[in-house]
Structures are given as C-alpha cells and as structure tokens.
T-cell receptor
Framework: DAKTTQPNSMESNEEEPVHLPCNHS???????IHWYRQLPSQGPEYVIH???SNVNNRMASLAIAEDRKSSTLILHRATLRDAAVYYC???????????FGGGTRLMVKP | DADVTQTPRNRITKTGKRIMLECSQT?????MYWYRQDPGLGLRLIYY???????NKGEISDGYSVSRQAQAKFSLSLESAIPNQTALYFC????????????FGDGTRLSIL
C-alpha cells in the first residue's frame, strides 16, 4: 500500500497561516490525495482532496507538487477550532478505501 | 440530527461478553465501514460493506463480525470480548461514486475489563 509521511506535530499561532506537509513518494498515477482531520472526541472529518492541480474549498487549500510526491494542506488563517489531528491519505484508484497513518497533531496557540 | 449515528457512545463490559455496536445513517449511502482507533494512532479498517448483505474483511477483522441487513444499518459484534479490544470504534459511510469522501460518526468508546 502506498504510504504517506507526516510530521508528528506542529504548532501555529492563531490567525496565522498553517502549512501542513505530506510526503507520498510511492504515489501511483491514479491515487487521489485526501485530507481528513479529527477534532478531539470526534470522528474524522473530510477536508479536501485533489489529483494533480491545486484545490481550494471553504475549509482549506491543497497544494500538490508537480511530481505528486508531496503535498501541502494550507489553512489560511488558523483558529483555535482548527486544533486537531490532520491525516494525509492516498485514495487508491479513487475506490473510496482509506488507510490512515498517524497524522499530524496541530496545536494552535492564542 | 447527525447523519451517521453510533450507539452506544460508551460501553464498559467484561471479558467474554458478547457486544454489539450499532451504526445507522440517513445519508442514503451504499457503502459503510467499521474502524478501530487505539490511543495515539490512526484508524484501522475492521470490515466494510458496499451493499446490503455484502461483507468484506478489512485489515483487522479477527475477533469481530458484522451484519448489514438494511442499507441504513451496519452493526459490529464482538462475540467474546477480550481486553485488547478496548478502543474507540468509528462507523463511516460513503456513496458508491468514485473518489467520494467518507462521513464518520462520533464513535463508541468501548472498555473491556
């Protein structure tokens, strides 16, 4: 299975941008890059996904490297509510099957 | 009301007991999943179902069974619970279309003494 590598934890200040990196050097051509986040005491929540082009939605932006071996989730203005574990996951062949790694725990300081 | 509802939210039970966790959804999705999460780790897939009466094993199915008798319901059973099955359990759903996100319930915290 294609794996992703993320830092264990990151810190940010409130109202500043946050860039969460993810490496996926064994990604295949049909794998989509998905991001989920898990707030304390809740189930994971879908954030964004992409294949090759950068993507934007109301929650975040996803920047994908040209060779697709890495990507970055961008929160444009972190709030305290954004403190969560963020998971970068490869959706194999767009088949909706997800394999979770350890994720990045984002801490947001007031 | 939540789109994906798990019951119970918390359960404490003893070794050897049979336990059933229930998941129901109002999203009209065909696909349903059961995951387990241990402290500090990501989720691991136990079983999944793509349609009524369709059952597929995930990464860690030993010691668990599931039932999908209706589109909206997917239940997870532990026939004879053991302490190392103490964990947080999540149910999720997705549509059958390609590359659609999964939608998760708020989890069941299960403790086996």
């Amino acid at each position: 299975d294609a794996k992703t590598t993320q830092p264990n934890s990151m810190e940010s200040n409130e109202e500043e941008p946050v860039h969460l990196p993810c490496n996926h050097s064994t990604i295949s051509g049909t794998d989509y890059i998905h991001w989920y986040r898990q707030l304390p005491s809740q189930g994971p929540e879908y954030v964004i996904h992409g294949l090759t082009s950068n993507v934007n939605n109301r929650m975040a932006s996803l920047a994908i490297a040209e060779d697709r071996k890495s990507s970055t989730l961008i929160l444009h203005r972190a709030t305290l509510r954004d403190a969560a574990v963020y998971y970068c996951i490869l959706n194999r062949n767009a088949g909706n099957m997800l394999t979770f790694g350890g994720g990045t725990r984002l801490m947001v300081k007031p | 009301d939540a789109d994906v509802t798990q019951t119970p939210r918390n359960r404490i039970t003893k070794t050897g007991k049979r336990i059933m966790l229930e998941c129901s959804q109002t999203k009209g999705h065909d696909r349903m999943y059961w995951y387990r999460q241990d402290p500090g780790l990501g989720l691991r897939l136990i079983y999944y179902s793509f349609d009524v009466k369709d059952i597929n094993k995930g990464e860690i199915s030993d010691g668990y069974s599931v039932s999908r008798q209706a589109q909206a319901k997917f239940s997870l059973s532990l026939e004879s619970a053991i302490p190392n099955q103490t964990a947080l359990y999540f149910c999720a759903t997705s549509s059958g279309q390609r590359n659609q996100p999964q939608h998760f319930g708020d989890g069941t915290r299960l403790s086996i003494l």
